[in-house]
């Protein structure tokens, strides 16, 4: 059966008529903010699913989300930060590329759900270092946030752990993980200002990936020999998780308020704790839903301590 061309160019019309209407709407920003959760709470689960080193999956994770958007840098006009700018983009691809290192590592010695749970405390962090360095004054509400948190990760990591000393290294690095990218959100709040988001992610990108190129020949990590199936997970990792994700957040940062976007963000644990009961077969203790939710509260707490 053949289709009338007019009929298919009808179609086209109306289909670009949606997607203008689409493009125009104010409610853009909240879908991609809901899209961009999605995809970042897929990160835990295609580091489990890849199942290689972490600073391998990290490189990966990188390096192809570098081959997404470096085209569409170009297409922008392939803009060179200021100098002042580009040291800051340095320093902080220095300090994410800890993170997401430590973070994907912590995933494979815990579960993906606590994993996650616990390198999102990074408001915590950015509230001590604030307060410890920058000489700022906190609010009671941190404080009470900041207790409530330290409860729900006292839950989280269990009694036993602390009577035994006999720590998950996961949960560790997990915690230090939540370190270093509030380091990253330190260091790069004022560049962020000045720098467009295309821009800001390609340079940053292009830094974090010499770093772990680099980091992986100095531990003697492979970066090719593994299956199909760790392949195409890695090439999740990367454009879903990193490209589509963060493209998809900071679009919604440009557009909503930041605070709101940041609490929001928060729900990313959940998502990943809900997709690894079905894609990965972990179940939650009783212990990790209610540290879990102590801890979210108490992170939601700091996050809204300005209001």
């Known amino acids: 059966m053949k289709i009338p061309v007019n009929s298919c160019r009808f179609a086209a019309i109306i289909f670009l008529k949606m997607i203008r209407k689409l493009l125009d709407s104010p409610y853009l ?9 999605i995809c970042i709470g897929f990160s835990a689960i295609f580091v489990k699913l890849a199942n290689v080193p972490g600073s391998v999956s990290t490189f990966y994770r990188i390096f192809i989300a570098g081959l997404a958007i470096t085209p569409i840098w170009i297409y922008k006009g392939s803009k060179v930060p200021p100098k002042r700018d580009l040291w800051l983009i340095f320093i902080g691809a220095v300090f994410f590329a800890f993170d997401l290192f430590l973070w ?3 995933i494979l010695l815990t579960s993906a759900a606590t994993a996650t749970l616990l390198a999102n405390n990074a408001p915590v962090w950015v509230g001590l270092i604030s307060l410890v360095v920058f000489r700022e004054r906190l609010a009671a509400k ?7 948190a330290l ?17 998950n290294y996961g949960d560790i690095l997990s915690i230090v ?19 467009d988001t295309i821009t800001f992610m390609t340079f940053s990108i292009f830094f974090m990936v010499i770093l772990l190129f680099v980091a992986n020949l100095l531990i003697g990590n492979p970066f090719v020999g593994y299956s199909l199936g760790t392949w195409s997970a890695l090439v999740g990792l990367g454009l879903v998780a990193h490209f589509g994700g963060w493209i998809s957040i900071n679009y919604a940062l440009g557009h909503l308020k930041g ?3 940041s609490v929001t963000l928060l ?3 959940v998502i990943t704790a809900l997709l690894a009961i079905p894609l990965l077969g972990e179940g939650l203790s009783l212990n990790q839903i209610v540290g ?16």
């Open 267 to 269: 729900s990313q644990s």
């Open 177 to 195: 993980a939540g370190f270093f990218y509030a380091l990253y959100l330190l260091f790069t709040f004022d560049s962020r200002k000045r720098v």
């Open 259 to 261: 605070t709101n976007v």
């Open 29 to 37: 920003a909240y879908i991609a903010l809901v899209f961009g959760i």
């Open 142 to 148: 941190f404080w009470y946030g900041l207790l409530l």
């Open 151 to 167: 409860l729900g990760l006292n839950i989280l990591i269990g009694l036993r752990a602390w009577q035994t000393m006999d720590f």
């Open 104 to 106: 994907n590592t912590a």
């Open 292 to 307: 879990g939710l102590l801890v979210l509260s108490g992170v939601y707490i700091v996050n809204r301590r300005n209001k």
